[in-house]
């Protein structure tokens, strides 16, 4: 997996930048959208959602800690409009967002809203994730709820 970053001119358009590379820790989290559903790791010990991945909860260190799902739903915490073409064939422009997610104060996901216009989200929006699949893996992505 080293080309993930190569520059085909006729790639179709794209809404984000590269696909992720997949290790053992994340690989859950990037093709979790096969479902439908958006998955984060939960700590059952103490109840504490987590992302990105890691070996153990932040926490507590509770090593025995799964992939859980979730409801997609969350609250615009930051924005900003891309209107850097900064890899061939991206679409601009284009919202980047930070959502922090329903579930847990904090638990914040950056992704982006390539279906919605541009002046059109405010900080405190809420809105639901949907996917894109790409290759192997299944992009996160929002849209208004
Ligand atoms: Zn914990």
């Not at 914040?108 to 639901?128: C, F, N, Q, W, Y």
Request: with cysteine; glycine share 6%.
């Amino acid at each position: 997996m080293t080309d993930t970053h190569s520059s085909e001119t006729n790639a179709p358009e794209k809404t984000m930048g590269p696909v992720p590379e997949l290790d053992e820790l994340n690989s859950f989290f990037w093709t979790s959208g096969a479902d439908g559903q958006l998955r984060m790791q939960y700590c059952e010990d103490c109840q504490y959602w987590q992302h990105p991945p890691s070996v153990c909860c932040r926490k507590c260190l509770n090593e025995d800690i799964a992939p859980k799902p979730m409801s997609g739903t969350g609250t615009v915490a930051a924005l900003t409009v891309n209107r850097m073409p900064w890899i061939p064939g991206l679409k601009i422009p284009y919202l980047l967002v930070i959502v922090e997610l329903d579930e847990q104060q904090g638990l914040r996901l950056t992704s982006a809203m390539p279906a919605a216009e541009p002046g059109s989200v405010s900080i405190g929006d809420k809105v639901k994730v949907s996917f894109e699949q790409r290759e192997d893996v299944w992009m996160p992505f929002f849209a208004l709820q």
